[in-house]
């Protein structure tokens, strides 16, 4: 079965006017304000509007609600995050850029979510804790190995690559606790973010002759002669 | 009074053994778990095991509690940040280093807190409420003023300062959500995270001959002079 067929594909209208991921979202919303153990799933039918036969069309409990929304983030991140470090096609700088801008704009997506998974951590049940922690290491050490081959092959500078993966992900992660959907203009959000994780990361560009042709090779001479002329006259 | 004096300086050893550092941070992490209305100040005596008498000689009520875990995480850090930004004897870039440094060294010294803060947003007493948000809002400004003088001189590169501001919050941030005291070496961490933020905003340096001495201008001399010549003997 592929996505399009799927009768719960995100975006579309369920009955009631809710959609799966409005469903996802206010559902998200619930177990952080009230926990996980402290929400029924008649709560989240409430919530929506619509009828506990209608949420069971859907989803066949809370804890199927839970693992959708872990699948959905965590999980389904860090396949994506595998798919773009094996491209060949790609460079290092390219490809931490490319999974920033996706960690950023799903975080703007849902940002309930992220923040909910971090307040229920605690009580989830443990099968799906483990997920959430398995898929959270995979996170981190696909952004990890892509940040080792940038520094292997020198378009990042030498630091802790552990420490450089964190860093990435915090500042991503961030967003779903300050980003409020309609308030912030949201275009360059994405994209700015990714450039400062690559800016935080590369290799401070030496300025290379070949990159300035023979008139900026000229200059260049002429800037450290003067210099030269300078230090002799002083 | 001065800080030595005060009877519950942090680190000090208090009746029980425990230490008034000790008190704040296992309340954060019981407010993280049980949520705020639904810890007693009596839970806090006991996770110390402590009395109620020996822990109302430092704190009235679990809401003065509180109240100090707000002022010494938000409100201290403010006052600090608005601190490095006003010394003239510092550029930009040093005062960003400084207060990412400082802001990553506050959270791995009580990561239950900000983890807590966060948690219990929802639930706090409005007073509260409005002076954590305003604390919030205080370390965000400080830090997009550091960001905007960089831009302004030209230490930084051109990009959106309250966007960078927030990159740099949030890398921060997330370090009392994976930091592990104990667990992770901890030596090199507020530097490492400091050097990517300046990292991540610094504008691309030009090789400057006044940086490289005499013999570096000799040098870029003879590289560039190689470059013509492999140049017209093509």
Redo the contacts between chains.
């Keep these: 079965m592929t996505i399009s067929e799927k009768p719960s594909s995100p975006g579309r209208t369920i009955r009631g006017g809710a959609t799966r991921d409005g469903i996802l979202e206010n559902a998200a919303a619930l177990f ?2 009230k ?1 996980f153990e402290g929400t029924a799933f008649k709560d989240i039918a409430d919530e929506m509007g619509i009828t506990r036969p209608a949420l069971y069309h859907y989803f066949a409990s809370k804890y199927e609600v839970l693992e959708v929304l872990i699948a959905e983030t965590s999980e389904s991140t860090a396949e994506e995050m595998r798919a773009v470090r094996r491209r060949d096609d790609l460079s290092p700088s390219e490809k931490l850029h490319s999974v920033t801008a996706n960690l950023v704009r799903e975080r703007m997506a849902a940002p309930q979510r992220f ?1 909910m998974l ?2 229920t951590e ?1 009580a989830l049940p443990t099968e799906i804790a483990n997920k959430h922690l398995a898929a959270r290491r995979a996170v981190l050490s696909e952004l990890t190995a892509i940040i080792v081959d940038g520094i292997r092959t020198g378009q990042f ?1 030498e ?2 690559e552990r ?2 993966a ?10 779903a ?2 980003y409020v959907p309609g308030r912030d203009k949201s275009d ?2 994405p994209a ?2 990714a ?3 690559v ?4 290799r ?4 290379l ?2 990159a300035l042709g ?1 008139a900026g ?2 200059a ?2 002429r ?3 003067d ?2 002329d300078r ?1 002799i006259s002083e």
């Design positions: 952080a304000l926990g923040r971090d307040r605690s500078r630091t802790d420490l450089a964190l860093s990435v992900i915090g500042m991503c992660n961030w967003v606790w300050w360059n959000i700015t973010l450039d400062s994780a800016a935080m990361l590369a401070p560009k030496h300025r002759p070949t023979p090779a000229i260049q001479i800037d450290d002669l210099y030269l230090l």
